[in-house]
């Protein structure tokens, strides 16, 4: 696989996580911290978002979300560490090591 491909397929996954992230984490904000109902809006755009972005990958679904939910597990921690201000520990970085591993196994893995 060119390497350009794998960037641009990379950056689809980290770009579909964060809009998925952000889906969640903004009616988290108005059930758990009564925040304003409003934010359903932007949280519903986002989720759309996020299905929208898994289709634009050309290989079949199952592979894709497998390999998507590695990238994801990167990019919650990240968003922990970031947005919530809770420094990742030892074991969420070999967490995130593990699933990005096995994401590169799904996507390099010889095709039949």
Known sequence: MPTVYLLKTFALFVLTALAEIVGCYLPWLWLRQG?????????????????WLLTLHPTGSGRVYAAYGGVYVGVAILWLWRVDGVTPTAYDLVGVALCLAGMAVIMLGPRA
């Open 35 to 51: 925040r304003s109902a409003w934010l359903l809006l932007p949280a519903a755009a986002s989720l759309a978002l996020f299905a």
